[in-house]
């Protein structure tokens, strides 16, 4: 499956999140040209906050949007968090631009299945799991909002 039409279906995909429970994915595969960052190049770009753009806290619907438009400009994700305010869900994400040969995947407002789920498919690709933030939901559900960062090839018995 495409970056590209993962994109698209990101936006589908978005304006369903609320009654599903997922927000759309984004990752990008480096192209073979580029060198990925070293593990500690990786560690370093979560924890350093030079140079973030913080979006403020907003429905699901303009989570998506905002995480659309920053990822198409070639940021990432580094801070994905959710909370109830005044009896409504709201959503941040802080984003950072990333660095050459870096993919990352965010998954917002996910289950607890759906989690776990995501982790292990994503576990078999090379992802390791890099942020993980719950929270219950207003209708008394959690919900999980994960940053995945790809640090290596999958081991040659994980595919599949």
Not at 153 to 158: F, K, M, W
Request: hydrophobic share 40%; glycine share 10%; charged share 20%.
């Amino acid at each position: 499956m495409s970056s590209l039409f993962l994109c698209k279906m990101a936006l589908v995909v978005g304006g369903l999140a609320s009654l599903c429970g997922a927000l759309p994915l984004w990752g990008a595969e480096p192209a073979k040209t580029e060198k990925p960052p070293t593990p500690g190049e990786m560690l370093a770009f979560f924890e350093d906050t030079k140079g973030t753009v913080l979006n403020e806290w907003t429905d699901l619907n303009s989570d998506s949007q905002a995480w659309s438009k920053h990822t198409k400009d070639g940021y990432a994700p580094v801070r994905n968090e959710g909370r109830v305010h005044s009896g409504a869900d709201q959503y941040q994400k802080i984003f950072k631009k990333k660095l050459p040969g870096m993919s990352v995947w965010c998954r917002t407002a996910e289950t607890e299945a759906a989690h776990r789920q995501n982790d292990v498919s994503l576990l078999k690709k090379g992802y390791i799991l890099v942020r993980l933030q719950t929270f219950t939901d207003a209708g008394g559900t959690a919900r999980f909002q994960g940053l995945w960062v790809k640090v290596a090839e999958p081991p040659t018995d994980a595919a599949g």
